[in-house]
């Protein structure tokens, strides 16, 4: 039970107290006693971390350039068990962390004050664990743009939905009602989302506003052609 619930097996001076309570109740103390433990967070937070793809370098290109601030977003999974904090609030912080925080890119470093405000925009990272070549040199960065909100569904879809989106980029699911269409359309609204507010501007402006002598040059938002109509996806 030890090893299921933390990960370690138990020490000799713990065995020998549960061999030694002879109350009714000595079982169930024990596993209030690891469920209590931090080592149950770090244990089972490794499940989550693994569906959205935890990683602590962008995993594009060659560089493989470090993601210097990925362990809060590991802290925020870990806090978040052991505190058995509810489903839907540990969803609802990571798909809209800044929503809840209402912050901005013009009011994050007074937000950041705030613990909660804190945690909710830490929660947003779950946005941007899909490997990542937008802010390293790469050939072509409008390839590097779409091709990580395409991993950013995929991992949105098959932590929540329990499916992967995948095959729908380029044809309707053959077995699942998932058409093209929709598959496009939840890329335009990542698009926006990750790539164009939480992902570039917002999180750099938290990080600086926390830990500004440990901050990395910033990445950039590159400007686009604006498509005619008859270019843009319907």
Known sequence: MTLDITGLPPTPEEVDAFLADQAPDAYE???DRLLA???YGERWARHWLDIVGYADSNGFAEADSPRLHAWRYRDYVIRSFNADKPWSDFIVEQLAGDELAGATQTNTQQAVLDPQKRENLIATAFLRMAPDGTGDEVPTWKL???QVIAEELKVVSSSLLGLTVGCAQCHDHRYDPIPQPTTIGCGRFLNRRTIGRIGVRLFNAFIH?????NTPKPMRLRSRPRLSKSR???
């Open 37 to 39: 433990s931090p080592a």
């Open 29 to 31: 103390k024990v596993v």
């Open 209 to 213: 506003s926390t830990h500004p002598q």
């Open 232 to 234: 843009r996806m319907r």
């Open 144 to 146: 590097a743009r779409n």
